[in-house]
């Protein structure tokens, strides 16, 4: 079975009621400074409405990756969401020879460490052949891939043999969404394991603040 969901750069926080969606991706960060201007609009409605939750960051090329890393956690704060929060690998701008694939290694590992959680790998054939190449290290990762085909299967980047999540349609009017929205599939399999991570999540939370105020009170 499939499992879909969504992401929109633009998207104002809006669903139908019912939406076939269960969980979503939201940009909140890109390079060193900008900021998506709708994402905590987006985060909160999703919450709202019970979907699962993952952050990403467009990663520039030629700016510092653990500087990318740190703008990105402090950017999404403490509400980190129940999904692995996402490296966006697709920008095609210059740089030296050889080091981008080092440079996004290192990012990756200051992701990890910032928020204590495995991120997840975004990017497509049409970029990853000719940037990064085949990279054993990568597959350690969960891989959300894009591309756009009618086919039952996507095109994958040389040197990955899976998906976890698959970007399968772009900019598609939503009605009732107010912005164009790209469809995502997954397993059954891959979102129950974040699915009940949440309600892990969401006690281990309760537990603590009740431990605060008990703390508090005393």
């Known amino acids: ?59 520039r090329n030629a700016a510092n990756p653990e500087d990318q890393a740190a703008f990105f956690r402090a950017t999404v704060g403490s ?58 290290w990568a597959t350690a990762y969960e891989h959300w891939v894009a591309n756009y085909t009618a086919g039952s299967v996507p095109l994958l980047p040389v040197g990955w043999g899976r998906w976890d999540v698959w970007q399968y349609k772009g900019d598609v009017a939503e009605p009732g969404m107010n912005a164009m929205v790209d469809w995502n599939r997954c397993s059954d399999e891959w979102f129950a394991q974040y699915e009940s991570g949440s309600d892990e999540v969401t006690l281990s939370i309760k537990a603590a603040t009740a431990a605060d105020l008990r703390l508090a009170l005393q």
């Open 1 to 59: 079975m499939t499992v879909l969901g969504f992401d929109s750069r633009h998207w104002d926080g809006n669903l139908p009621s019912p939406t076939p969606f269960r969980y979503a991706f939201v940009k909140f960060t890109e390079a060193t400074g900008f900021t998506a201007s709708t994402a905590r609009q987006q985060w909160d409605g999703l919450k709202a409405r019970n979907l699962l939750r993952g952050p990403y960051h467009f990663y």
């Open 79 to 136: 509400d980190i969401g129940e999904l692995p929060p996402v490296l966006d690998l697709e920008d095609t701008a210059s740089i030296k020879g050889g080091e981008l694939p080092a440079r996004v290694k290192r990012c990756l590992a200051e992701i990890e460490r910032l928020f204590e959680r495995k991120p997840m790998i975004y990017s497509a054939a049409w970029w990853w052949n000719p940037w990064m190449g085949t990279q054993a």
